[in-house]
């Protein structure tokens, strides 16, 4: 099969609407099934035997999760349709992960931060910028508001991807004026806990850099409820590096609903795991491994995605040093 079958999650469905689809799957022709689900699909061969196999009794548990509690169900056409869409998004997987000294730049949101302020605002940000960046201060707090409050942080911070870096203290304020910056509160206090902790990586070098979605070109593939192809981006990536070994983390600090997070923990292993071992890519003379961490203080998680939360910053740089610490 050309399909791996740990593709394709379990689906929840009412008792009655599978035993009829079941019924279905298994009673009628290929040329039926094709014209009522397949039509012009590529492979569509294939993806029928693979829908019977589906249906077959002794995959039951592997597909299939029957919901007692439902009262009524979606009927057996629904059904189908769910299992059909299920296959036509994982059939030939598509992405593959590349590392190599030669990629284009992917991280580039940084190139185009907008400032919409008056004129002695923007200068004002301008030469805080060039103070920091020239390392003539670690920091500058300033006022972009016609109050005197502090509502902008530019900080060196000397592992980041690029300096300096902009933080949005008074969220309100800043928003819709400067484009970019770092600004959920999640996210900022992230950043105040990774400072207190950034000489205990045990490794030859580490940075990290902040994500902004649709415009840095990195990004988790993954299938939302609706069962459709979304892109998940961590708001945070890490490099590390120790002697020939290479590991590249995302870092998300967002209090993500739930079951969403599962999907995009999906989406993450379906790249980056084999059999839930993490893959090994390899670049130049280097080993490469991907890890994901989602970073909530308060979350709690099914048992099977536990090993991706984590809690508080110690508990990162224990998971990165382990990492290299233990057989690669």
Same mark, same amino acid.
């Given at each position: 099969?050309? *399909?791996?079958?740990?593709?394709?999650?379990?689906?929840?469905?009412?008792?009655?609407? @599978?035993?009829?689809?079941?019924?279905?799957?298994?009673?009628?022709?290929?040329?039926?099934? @094709?014209?009522? %689900?397949?039509?012009?699909?590529?492979?569509?061969?294939?993806?029928? &035997?693979?829908?019977?196999?589906i %249906?077959?009794?002794?995959?039951?548990?592997?597909?299939?999760?029957?919901?007692?509690?439902?009262?009524?169900?979606?009927?057996?056409?629904?059904?189908?349709?769910?299992?059909?869409?299920?296959?036509?998004?994982?059939?030939?997987?598509?992405?593959?992960?590349?590392?190599?000294?030669?990629?284009?730049?992917?991280?580039?949101?940084?190139?185009?931060?907008?400032?919409?302020?008056?004129?002695?605002? #923007?200068?004002?940000?301008?030469?805080?910028?060039?103070?920091?960046?020239?390392?003539?201060?670690?920091?500058?707090?300033?006022?972009?508001?016609?109050?005197?409050?502090?509502d *902008?942080?530019?900080?060196?911070?000397?592992?980041?991807?690029? $300096?300096?870096?902009?933080?949005?203290?008074?969220?309100?304020?800043?928003?819709?004026k400067?484009?970019?910056?770092?600004?959920?509160?999640?996210?900022?206090?992230?950043?105040?806990?990774?400072?207190?902790?950034?000489?205990?990586?045990?490794?030859?070098?580490? !940075?990290?850099?902040?994500? $902004?979605?649709?415009?840095?070109?990195?990004?988790?593939? @993954?299938?939302?409820?609706?069962d &459709?192809?979304?892109?998940?981006?961590?708001?945070?990536?890490?490099?590390?590096?120790?002697?020939?070994?290479?590991? #590249?983390?995302?870092?998300?600090?967002?209090?993500?609903?739930?079951?969403d997070?599962?999907?995009?923990i999906?989406? %993450?292993?379906?790249?980056?795991?084999?059999?839930?071992?993490?893959?090994?890519?390899?670049?130049?003379? @280097?080993?490469?491994?991907?890890? !994901?961490?989602?970073?909530?203080? &308060?979350?709690e998680?099914?048992?099977?995605?536990?090993?991706?939360?984590?809690?508080i910053?110690?508990?990162l740089?224990?998971?990165i040093?382990?990492?290299?610490?233990?057989?690669?």
């Amino acid at each position: 099969m050309l *399909l791996p079958w740990q593709y394709i999650k379990q689906l929840s469905v009412y008792e009655r609407d @599978y035993l009829d689809a079941k019924s279905v799957a298994e009673n009628t022709s290929d040329e039926m099934l @094709y014209f009522m %689900f397949f039509y012009k699909s590529k492979y569509a061969r294939v993806k029928i &035997q693979l829908l019977r196999e589906i %249906f077959n009794e002794n995959n039951k548990s592997k597909f299939f999760v029957i919901d007692h509690s439902r009262k009524t169900g979606i009927g057996w056409y629904y059904t189908i349709q769910r299992v059909v869409k299920a296959i036509e998004n994982n059939y030939g997987y598509k992405y593959t992960a590349l590392f190599s000294v030669d990629d284009e730049e992917h991280i580039n949101h940084y190139k185009r931060i907008l400032i919409r302020l008056p004129e002695d605002k #923007v200068q004002h940000v301008k030469e805080a910028v060039d103070e920091v960046y020239g390392g003539r201060k670690g920091r500058e707090f300033l006022s972009v508001s016609e109050s005197s409050g502090i509502d *902008l942080l530019i900080e060196f911070f000397e592992e980041h991807y690029y $300096v300096p870096v902009l933080e949005a203290l008074n969220r309100e304020v800043v928003r819709n004026k400067i484009a970019d910056l770092i600004k959920e509160p999640s996210e900022i206090d992230f950043l105040n806990e990774l400072r207190s902790a950034s000489n205990k990586f045990d490794v030859d070098w580490w !940075l990290f850099s902040k994500l $902004v979605e649709r415009k840095d070109n990195i990004y988790i593939p @993954y299938l939302d409820k609706d069962d &459709q192809e979304a892109r998940f981006y961590p708001d945070f990536i890490f490099w590390f590096k120790k002697g020939n070994r290479y590991l #590249v983390v995302f870092v998300d600090p967002k209090g993500t609903e739930h079951v969403d997070a599962e999907r995009k923990i999906d989406g %993450f292993e379906k790249l980056f795991t084999d059999a839930g071992i993490p893959k090994k890519f390899y670049a130049e003379n @280097y080993e490469v491994k991907v890890r !994901l961490f989602l970073y909530n203080k &308060q979350h709690e998680s099914s048992k099977k995605y536990a090993n991706y939360w984590i809690r508080i910053i110690d508990e990162l740089v224990k998971r990165i040093n382990s990492e290299f610490n233990n057989e690669w």
